[in-house]
Nanobody, 116 residues
Framework: QVQLVESGGGLVQPGGSLRLSCAAS????????MGWYRQAPGKQRELVAT???????DFADSVKGRFTISRDNAKDTVWLQMNSLKPEDTAVYFC??????????WGQGTQVTVSS
């Protein structure tokens, strides 16, 4: 059994910050990449940021310079620090974990709302 526990979502004003976390537990081994995707109402799910075990990162152009991603390999945990939040960042954020042999695990999602 594999479980991804997400936390840190909520309501924040434009320009504010939030920090999301995702912890993987259960029968999960050889994680190679962890990250975050988001889905806004009426839109497709899209990449936000990912990080590999070696520390290589990938960000959506829309969040570069505002978001950072980090991980603790020993704890199988990934964090997404979101600064200078904009209303267009409003979405459900999903944790994604990739392992080898190749399998994909998704979290249940946490709501982030940026509004005055």
């Amino acid at each position: 059994q594999v479980q991804l526990v997400e936390s840190g979502g909520g309501l924040v004003q434009p320009g504010g910050s939030l920090r999301l976390s995702c912890a993987a537990s259960g029968s999960i081994f050889n994680i190679v990449r962890m990250g975050w995707y988001r889905q806004a109402p009426g839109k497709q799910r899209e990449l936000v940021a990912t990080i590999t075990t070696s520390g290589t990162t990938d960000f959506a152009d829309s969040v570069k310079g505002r978001f950072t991603i980090s991980r603790d390999n020993a704890k199988d945990t990934v964090w997404l620090q979101m600064n200078s939040l904009k209303p267009e960042d409003t979405a459900v954020y999903f944790c994604k974990v990739s392992v080898l042999p190749l399998r994909i695990y998704w979290g249940q999602g946490t709501q982030v709302t940026v509004s005055s």
